[in-house]
T-cell receptor, first 115, second 110 residues
Framework: AQTVTQSQPEMSVQEAETVTLSCTYDTSENNYYLFWYKQPPSRQMILVIRQEAYKQQNATENRFSVNFQKAAKSFSLKISDSQLGDTAMYFCAFMRYNQGGKLIFGQGTELSVKP | DVKVTQSSRYLVKRTGEKVFLECVQDMDHENMFWYRQDPGLGLRLIYFSYDVKMKEKGDIPEGYSVSREKKERFSLILESASTNQTSMYLC?????????FGSGTRLTVV
């Protein structure tokens, strides 16, 4: 069975600085997707970034980028130039190919951006 | 934009009550899911459905059932609510690997 682990329950960062959230996962699959979701106080889950395992290039979305290390089964999220609106719970998630879209989530990391 | 609407944002129910959590999506998504969110545990899959009248158990189905009579609606049922079912419940729909979530129902069982 696949598992996803986020070992940082809480983190804080000063506005405009950079922060990295960690995620590791365990799977015997070779093809899969990885995601980072953001959940602000409004509770609406928002997709931040996704990575397909067969792609070696790390995904980037504006201030958000990932460091995908397939052999190490590591998938960290870097947020550059942190903004107050980045304050949220962040979840790492795993999805196998052809498994009908079931997501397996990590425990979450609560990020606070301080002015 | 695809919308997933959960009927209640907050709900308080008594132990032993039968509880219905409703979820409706406004696109033609085949797949629908119910997750439970608890602090320190992340989101855990309760049930999912790939088509009308079809359902499959997720990782924590005990104490829950589901109904999908129409493609756009997926209901989660707590047959006899218990205090350990106090939680946040999130519904989602997907097409392939693109998920859309509802904004959650925070259920308190007293």
């Amino acid at each position: 069975a696949q598992t996803v682990t986020q070992s940082q329950p809480e983190m804080s960062v000063q506005e405009a600085e950079t922060v990295t959230l960690s995620c590791t996962y365990d799977t015997s699959e070779n093809n899969y997707y990885l995601f980072w979701y953001k959940q602000p106080p409004s509770r609406q889950m928002i997709l931040v970034i996704r990575q397909e395992a067969y792609k070696q290039q790390n995904a980037t979305e504006n201030r958000f980028s990932v460091n995908f290390q397939k052999a190490a089964k590591s998938f960290s999220l870097k947020i550059s130039d942190s903004q107050l609106g980045d304050t949220a719970m962040y979840f790492c998630a795993f999805m196998r190919y052809n498994q009908g879209g079931k997501l397996i989530f990590g425990q979450g990391t609560e990020l606070s951006v301080k002015p | 934009d695809v919308k997933v609407t959960q009927s209640s944002r907050y709900l308080v129910k008594r132990t032993g009550e039968k509880v219905f959590l409703e979820c409706v999506q406004d696109m033609d998504h085949e797949n629908m899911f119910w997750y439970r969110q608890d602090p320190g545990l992340g989101l855990r899959l309760i049930y999912f459905s790939y088509d009308v009248k079809m359902k499959e158990k997720g990782d924590i189905p005990e104490g829950y059932s589901v109904s999908r009579e129409k493609k756009e609606r997926f209901s989660l049922i707590l047959e006899s609510a218990s205090t350990n079912q106090t939680s946040m419940y999130l519904c989602a729909s997907s097409l392939a690997d693109g998920y859309t979530f509802g904004s959650g129902t925070r259920l308190t069982v007293v």
